[in-house]
């Protein structure tokens, strides 16, 4: 599997884990507020997993009008 | 009376440790009520000083310490007023909030916040005047007022400056993003990190160790490491009321208070 599509696989268990929603509705390019159904403060609650997960430090203006998993993805990866 | 039940925060006095905590709906946003009740708070912890050795800070919101000023407040509170009325408004919150946090920083009692979720701008000062802070691995600290065409009130470059290296306070400040506390751990802002859920527990462990030692050592130390940056407090306030006082930030102000978001955090 290419590293990003690994990425991309793990933030959609975490967040299919954190926010109680079955792994097999989320995929790659789902607005992930609208399907999470978060607001800005618990999108920062994902972005903390994400920096715990992965061991990471993503900044959050990097997130600016990212919106779907799979950038997210991109992002996460930049900083791998 | 050491004990209190508010609409924005409750303190109580029990085996020689105060507690203070935040429960206004939905993340402790200080606005006139939580400044009029941790102004009562104040008033009796400096009290009943003598009866207790360590203060606790946490909140019972699911999401985090405290998330800083109410702008919401801020914004509508100010809309009727002529432009003397709101600066002078604004700079007697920002007087009396810093007599309060003052007043916090110097208690002679070993202090400490138990931080989770969001930790952001007066909340994040808030935490900055207590000697320890003890997060767990949800905490999220920043600093968010440049969006807003401001910088911190409430006393949070000073103190901010007193514990971490210039470096960071101004990747903080200029950046205006948030850091996780597994950093503010590695950069010396959190003292113990612990894991989801048991930041309350690790900051009463360390009352009720300060609840072992002499009061007058205790004292003397806190007094020795931990000096009140005067000057530059009163330099902010100055500071922030010329900023304030300007279109810039009441149209950053309105974009927040019309946000469609629960809080628009997201920079």
């Known amino acids: 599997m290419p590293a990003q599509e690994e990425t991309l696989n793990r933030i959609l268990q975490l967040a299919a884990e954190r926010f109680q929603i079955p792994r097999g509705q989320l995929s790659g390019d789902d607005d992930f507020f609208e399907k999470l159904g978060i607001n800005s403060l618990q999108a920062l609650d994902l972005l903390t997993q994400l920096e715990n997960h992965f061991s990471i430090e993503l900044p959050d203006y990097e997130l600016q009008g990212v919106t779907d998993f799979r950038t997210l993805a991109e992002r996460v990866d930049s900083r791998l | ?267």
């Open chain 2, 1 to 267: 009376m050491s004990s209190f039940q508010g609409k924005t925060l409750s303190f109580s006095l029990a085996d020689e440790v105060f507690e203070l905590r935040l429960h206004r709906q939905p993340c402790n946003e200080i606005g006139s009520l939580a400044l009029k009740e941790l102004e009562g708070f104040v008033r009796t912890l400096e009290e009943q000083a003598v009866r207790a050795k360590a203060l606790v800070v946490h909140s019972s919101m699911e999401a985090g310490f405290s998330a800083g000023a109410d702008l919401r407040e801020l914004y509508f509170g100010l809309q009727s007023l002529g432009k003397a009325e709101r600066n002078a408004g604004v700079r007697d919150f920002l007087e009396r909030i810093h007599r309060v946090f003052n007043r916090i920083d110097q208690v002679p009692l070993t202090t400490v916040a138990a931080v989770h979720g969001v930790v952001f701008g007066g909340g994040f000062e808030l935490a900055l005047t207590c000697d320890m802070i003890v997060a767990d691995r949800t905490a999220r600290f920043c600093f968010p007022e440049l969006r807003l065409g401001l910088i911190p009130g409430f006393g949070g470059i000073p103190r901010l400056k007193r514990d971490l290296g210039n470096a960071l306070v101004r990747d903080l400040l200029l950046t205006g993003r948030s850091i996780n506390a597994g950093k503010a751990a590695a950069a010396g802002l959190v003292s113990q990190l612990v894991g989801p859920g048991h930041a309350l527990r690790a900051a009463r462990g360390i009352a009720t160790q300060a609840t072992k030692f002499d009061s007058r050592a205790a004292r003397e130390a806190k007094r020795f490491i931990k000096p009140i940056p005067h000057l530059e407090l009163e330099r902010e306030i100055e500071t922030f009321c010329a900023l304030f006082d300007r279109p810039e930030v009441e149209a950053a102000l309105l974009k927040f208070v019309e946000s469609s978001q629960v809080q628009p955090y997201l920079p």
